[in-house]
């Protein structure tokens, strides 16, 4: 929500490269995201209350690893200490700023890090809400 996170996904934003323009490791985080985040939206319609039970729990981790990692998954931390033996990389253009600069480069939707942060948490609350009604 800061000015800085701003001015560093805006940064961050002008040397990203979609999946298919990296390396093998960039393609395995960035299908990686991509699988997590489609477990996110959809993990909400398994059939068992195991599987139900264990969505209910990841959205809130997800959410709280992201606030206490200052808005940043713990997937580009990973990619950035394989890289370069740090949890942080300046050098990392998508630390923070996945789903953003997936929007932006990709699907050319125009958002802001705040947006992203509002959205990110809203959806998760809302999928998290539909889950725990169907384990109901």
Partial sequence: MTTENDTKAGAALASA??????????R???W???AVMLYI????????RAALFFYELF?????????F????????????KIRTGSWRS????EEGAWLLTLLQRWFGIPVTPFQIEVLTYAVLAFLWGVGLWRLS
Avoid: Y
């Fill in 17 to 26: 490269t979609p999946a298919l323009e990296r390396d093998v490791l960039g």
């Fill in 28 to 30: 395995v985080f960035f």
């Fill in 32 to 34: 990686l995201h991509f």
């Fill in 41 to 48: 939206l959809t993990g909400w319609a398994a059939p068992g």
């Fill in 59 to 67: 959205l809130p981790a997800v959410a709280a690893q992201w606030w």
């Fill in 69 to 80: 990692n200052r808005n940043s998954c713990v997937l580009n931390n990973l990619e950035s």
């Fill in 90 to 93: 300046p050098a990392n253009p």
